[in-house]
């Protein structure tokens, strides 16, 4: 009965910046823990951030620095703000709610 969408992806230069974001819903849904994954093309799927229950944050190495992970639990919401954009962050961006809940993927391409 969870549905999770995530959206704001699109197209960007080389030094841009997005946001993501990650909607859950679902009835007596919570969120407690958010992991955002990341696919490029002919790529294995990479983590790329998360924050935990107690709203730890984490970060893969290639992120770190630029991209800041979010959430409002009140909200069920949370996002990726996406800063200093590479192309090889190219990649369709997927959420994961709470171990077991994915959203769609929502697509980011930067191209110069």
């Known amino acids: 009965q969870v549905q999770v969408v995530e959206s704001g992806g699109g197209l960007v230069q080389p030094g841009g910046s997005l946001r993501l974001s990650c909607a859950a819903s679902?009835?007596?849904?919570?969120?407690?823990?958010i992991n955002w994954y990341r696919q490029a093309p002919e790529k294995e799927r990479e983590w790329v951030a998360s924050i935990t229950y107690s709203g730890a944050t984490n970060y893969a190495d290639a992120v770190r620095g630029r991209f800041i992970i979010s959430r409002d639990a009140a909200k069920n919401t949370g996002d990726l703000q996406m800063n200093s954009l590479k192309v090889e962050d190219t990649a369709v961006y997927y959420c994961?709610?709470?171990?077991?809940?994915w959203g769609q993927g929502t697509q980011v391409t930067v191209s110069s």
């Open positions: 679902g009835s007596g849904f919570s969120i407690y823990a």
């Open positions: 994961r709610i709470n171990t077991v809940y």
